[in-house]
């Protein structure tokens, strides 16, 4: 089994963004049974329009770091770059941003493994779950030549690597492909008039208008759903 990490940079923060450095890291046991990582690789993608001032305070990527040789990154470019090889799973930390770029044309219709959430479940006592917090927390020495600077594709995609090998000495693969794949467990109402209530404080109304949508995010959907079923029958 082939499991390929992924961590793309963008020109920005939401999803009509261009990518602009993609990175990737393949995972698979060597000989002896061993889960390893091989080198990673990465390619800047010349952005068709501007990179905006906080993606650039992120990965530090600006407009001279272009050139008119550089690709633009179209579907093809990105089917090239991630599916060269054959691979079985898909990988990403925070695997929901790199899926709104990554289709599953791009990638065959592969599974994805999450690895915020499969930490979140296999180490909700971390102090964090951020890709660096992890890292430190789980105490990864990695060689500072591939795993910085941080915030850039390459270099995040290697530790996100070592933190699914290191989860995967406390989880199998479908394991953590069902996590994933589970609806994403909101504590508070993410959006709207009552953004940052608790469900259990939203009127009953709002929740049912909610719970009937078709274009909203499935996991607030899934959220408003649950909490009616639970007045319904709070046994």
Same mark, same amino acid.
């Given at each position: 089994m082939r499991l390929r990490v992924v961590d793309l940079e963008t020109t920005g923060g939401d999803r009509s963004a261009e990518i602009i450095e993609v990175g990737v890291v393949d995972v698979a046991r060597d000989e002896a049974g061993q889960w390893v990582a091989?080198?990673? +690789?990465?390619?800047?993608?010349?952005?068709?329009?501007?990179?905006?001032?906080?993606?650039? *305070? +992120?990965?530090?990527?600006?407009?001279?770091?272009?050139?008119?040789?550089?690709?633009?990154?179209?579907?093809?470019?990105l089917r090239e770059m991630l599916m060269g090889k054959p691979a079985d799973v898909m990988v990403a930390h925070s695997a929901r941003f790199e899926r709104g770029f990554i289709t599953d044309t791009a990638t065959g219709g592969l599974p994805w493994i999450c690895t915020v959430r499969a930490s979140k479940q296999v180490w909700p006592e971390a102090p964090g779950h951020s890709n660096q917090v992890?890292?430190?927390?789980?105490?990864?020495?990695?060689?500072?030549?591939?795993?910085?600077? *941080?915030?850039? *594709?390459?270099?995040?995609a290697w530790v996100t690597a070592h933190r699914l090998i290191d989860l995967l000495t406390e989880a199998t693969v479908d394991q953590m492909l069902a996590g994933t794949a589970e609806p994403r467990r909101l504590e508070r109402i993410p959006f709207g008039k009552h953004r940052g209530r608790a469900w259990a404080e939203a009127p009953e109304d709002y929740l049912r208008w909610m719970a009937g949508q078709t274009a909203m995010d499935a996991e607030v959907v899934a959220a408003a759903r649950a909490e009616l079923e639970w007045r319904a029958d709070p046994v």
């Open positions: 091989s080198p990673p +690789v990465s390619k800047l993608f010349r952005p068709k329009g501007e990179i905006s001032f906080h993606a650039m *305070a +992120v990965h530090h990527l600006t407009p001279e770091d272009f050139c008119d040789a550089d690709p633009h990154c179209d579907e093809y470019a992890l890292r430190y927390w789980r105490g990864l020495r990695l060689d500072p030549a591939l795993a910085l600077p *941080a915030h850039r *594709a390459g270099p995040d």
